[in-house]
């Protein structure tokens, strides 16, 4: 079988991150021929065991409500069809609106839903507000005009949550939708017998990884390390992640004089050395698509506190790998937090459980079912 994945880079995110574990699944794989392609040449993994599966395909569509279109497709729709897949599987929205300009009704043609698409919601002139819902609305009838030009369109969706949401906004001709979890490579978040952990034990260790956005919402974050410092308990929070919001985290950390509990280690490759270095994982996502970084701390054996994103209701099993907050409120965080302090074993009968739970979502399992949805949808 021959499959083409196609996202627009592989920056630093949790998208780009399954997209090489898929892609070097399925290259291992002998019945398979397996290319990806990125728009741009920003590569901030270690991809040299697939680097000759990687192709860099300049590609752009920018659609425009009053101008012409700007749709630049050429080289990637010469590269569909010098290539000849069987399956096209594209991730992010970028990815989605470019590829789907181009035609080729022989393939299977997949979308990776990692969060709700904003532009697939359900509008109409009449409910429009803002200049985004006009924008949203345009992009919404181009691309359902895409999928049919190209004999129809099958979604993969990564949570419950997303799952609702696309057949609450896609036309009931296009429900071709399946539920697929995403997935890790399992070996690579086993603690080696080698490892030493190098730390303060009186410090209760927290960590959250995730890029420096809004969405992410690590100010929040801060806002519960004050209140655990306000309690007496001695706790250090490693924030793994770079982003637009860097400044502004690191200048309320200054200021809260909270230095000493809290550092920004920007991006880092190898995050579960982070994450084997932890009491706990905390997570505070405004909405989330599904949280892979969830998965990856419990295969660690991490309990998880974080806050309700929807699609990570899937993963908490509350009270046993961990607790969710529906409340952006620091206070309520914080109590979950201070109970895991203060109750050793509690945590780490948490942790086990969330290690057993994280064995469900292994990505060689995962890749089985991926092929089949291929094969069969």
């Known amino acids: ?114 969060d709700r698409m904003s532009s697939l919601n359900n509008l109409n002139l009449f409910s429009i507000k803002s200049k985004r819902d006009l924008t949203n609305y345009f992009e919404k009838r181009y691309l359902l005009k895409c999928y049919r030009k190209n004999g129809g369109n099958n979604f993969i969706a990564i949570s419950e949550d997303i799952l609702y949401f696309l057949k609450s906004v896609l036309p009931n001709h ?7 979890q995403n997935a890790i490579d399992l070996k690579r978040f086993e603690k080696p017998m080698d490892f030493n952990k190098v730390r303060d034990n009186a410090v209760f260790n927290m960590v959250s990884i995730g890029r420096l956005d809004k969405n992410k919402n690590h100010q929040f974050l801060i806002d519960v390390v004050l209140d655990l410092k306000n309690r007496k308990i001695p706790v250090d929070l490693t924030i793994v992640g770079e982003g637009n919001q860097r400044s502004a985290l690191q200048e309320k950390i200054s200021r809260l004089d909270l230095s000493n509990q809290i550092s920004l280690v920007g991006s880092q490759e190898k995050v579960e050395a982070f994450l084997w270095n932890a009491d706990l994982y905390i997570h505070s996502a405004i909405t989330e698509g599904f949280g892979l970084t969830l998965i990856e701390a419990m295969a660690c054996g991490l309990p998880v506190v974080c806050t309700d994103g929807k699609g990570n209701r899937d993963l908490i099993q509350e009270g046993e790998n961990g607790f969710m907050v529906g409340e952006k409120d620091a206070k309520l965080l914080a109590d979950k937090i201070e109970l895991l302090f203060k109750n ?34």
């Not at 296009?174 to 697929?180: N, R």
């Not at 780490?348 to 094969?375: D, N, P, T």
């Open 1 to 114: 079988m021959k499959i083409l994945h196609i996202i627009p880079n592989l920056k630093k995110g949790g998208a780009e991150r399954i997209v090489i574990d898929i892609v070097r699944n399925l290259s291992q794989k002998n019945e398979n021929t397996v290319k990806l392609v990125l728009f741009d040449d920003k590569i901030e993994y270690e991809v040299d065991d697939i680097k000759k599966l990687i192709e860099i395909v300049p590609s752009k569509v920018e659609l425009s409500i009053t101008k012409k279109h700007q749709i630049s497709i050429l080289e990637l729709q010469n590269t569909i069809e010098l290539f000849q897949p069987d399956s096209i599987h594209s991730h992010l929205f970028e990815a989605e609106i470019v590829s789907r300009s181009c035609t080729f009704p022989k393939a299977k043609w997949f979308t990776h839903s990692h």
């Open 174 to 180: 296009m429900q071709s939708i399946q539920l697929l």
């Open 344 to 377: 050793d074993n509690l945590r780490q009968k948490m942790g086990a459980k969330a290690r057993k739970f994280a064995q469900g979502f292994g990505m060689e399992k995962y890749v089985e079912s991926l092929l089949l949805l291929y094969k069969n949808t």
